[in-house]
């Protein structure tokens, strides 16, 4: 057989295997036919893809991993609030003003959106303030609603900004501003505090902020300041908003960093007087401060974890306690005799100051120096560090332990 027919043979069985190993290698790999497959008319019929196969790439690539459960459910070491029984309101809040009391009531019920124990009640009215009171009274109201005994914790005013106009009293016109336009004016303004003060409620009276027009602003500055005083003359606390909306030269600006620290719009048009959704949030924020003061003690803490039953607490206790005194870090104590606790430092001593006499007294020249052996003196002319001495910070010095 000559060398050219082995050859041949070679080439017809490489070809044979070929042929053989296409169709699992083809239904493995999901592969096209190639040529020898065509040549041969092995070419197998398609399968269909699995599902899974059929699956978007993204949804096959960000497959849901199973989470391990933790040994102890955190469900089970909480208080039932936080396990999604119904929280009863504790806190309850009452906002009254004009529109801007309003966006005030809106704010704050955003901020307690997720604070059930907190309860906002909004009795702002548009258009009202302290000038036309044949319009609204509002001392008078804040009286009628008082007598009916309502759930009021902190009551949050915010009013003025209708006020600027004449001001109508026994039977004379106050031009705004004027000296009796501002006597009349303060009077009711604590005339409207009065009432809560007496049912021992705490006021939270808002300022007005920056406006944009100039004149209108020059107002609103001369009204805060006759709120500001009478306000706290009838045992109200004044919030000041006004730096909060204003830009770094104290004047009007419509945007600024919101209660996330990200620059938003805060006032909306007409004239820039009103606050939008961010601005709303970011003056309630300056009321919770002031409201937290007044509620902590009627608010529960929610999703806290459980105290350790007494058995275990005191198991918890003994185990420390050895844990120390095997260190060296306390003196075995009778048995029934608690240990005092460990100070969090023990005294000062200075690395540099003379030294001073029995009883405190002060060393005069002479007497310092007589204090001072020749080896102190020496190191302090030179303005070398004096040694270390035992316990104090700069000792460095390595006490070997007895085996």
């Not at 296409?22 to 096209?32: K, S, V």
């Not at 009863?88 to 009391?101: A, E, M, Q, R, Y």
């Not at 901020?111 to 319009?135: C, H, V």
Request: glycine residues 8%; aromatic residues 6%.
């Amino acid at each position: 057989m000559g060398r050219g027919t082995i050859s041949l043979l070679l080439a017809v069985a490489a070809l044979a295997c070929l042929v053989l190993a296409a169709p699992a290698t083809r239904a493995q790999t999901g592969g096209f036919p190639n040529f020898f497959q065509s040549l041969f008319g092995l070419t197998p019929k398609p399968q269909a893809a699995s599902p899974k196969q059929n699956a978007p790439l993204r949804a096959r690539a960000h497959k849901p991993r199973k989470r391990g459960q933790d040994f102890v459910s955190t469900s089970s070491a909480r208080t039932p609030a936080a396990q999604g029984q119904k929280v009863k309101p504790s806190v309850f809040i009452t906002v009254i003003g004009d529109t801007l009391g309003i966006l005030a009531a809106r704010g704050l019920t955003d901020a307690y959106a997720d604070k059930p124990a907190f309860a906002i009640t909004n009795l702002a009215r548009d258009s009202s303030g302290l000038t036309r009171d044949d319009y609204y009274d509002w001392p008078k109201a804040a009286r009628d609603h008082l007598a009916s005994k309502p759930q009021m914790d902190v009551a949050v005013v915010m009013l003025g900004l209708n006020d600027l106009q004449p001001l109508n009293t026994g039977g004379e016109t106050l031009d705004v501003l004027s000296d009796k336009w501002k006597t009349t004016y303060a009077q009711r303004v604590q005339n409207l505090v009065a009432p809560f003060r007496d049912a021992h409620i705490p006021v939270l009276w808002v300022s007005l902020p920056p406006m944009r027009d100039e004149k209108f602003n020059a107002q609103i500055v001369a009204l805060n300041e006759i709120i500001r005083d009478n306000v706290e003359k009838a045992g109200g606390k004044y919030v000041d908003i006004w730096d909060a909306f204003a830009d770094e030269n104290g004047q009007y600006s419509a945007f600024g960093p919101d209660v996330e620290g990200q620059k938003a719009k805060l006032r909306s048009d007409p004239n820039g007087i009103y606050f939008t959704k961010a601005g709303q949030r970011k003056l309630a924020s300056f009321l919770e401060t002031e409201i937290k003061r007044f509620s902590s003690d009627k608010i529960k803490p929610q999703g806290e974890l459980v105290s350790l039953p007494p058995d275990i607490e005191q198991e918890a206790d003994d185990i420390n306690e050895e844990i120390r005194r095997e260190m060296g870090l306390m003196q075995s104590a009778s048995p029934g005799a608690k240990t005092p606790p460990r100070p969090l430092a023990g005294p000062i001593l200075s690395l540099t100051a003379l030294p001073t006499s029995a009883h405190g007294a002060l060393l005069d020249a002479r007497s310092g120096q007589a204090a001072l052996s020749d080896e102190q003196a020496h190191i302090l002319r030179l303005g070398e560090a004096p040694p270390p001495q035992p316990g104090r910070a700069d000792d460095f010095t390595w006490t070997k332990q007895a085996p």
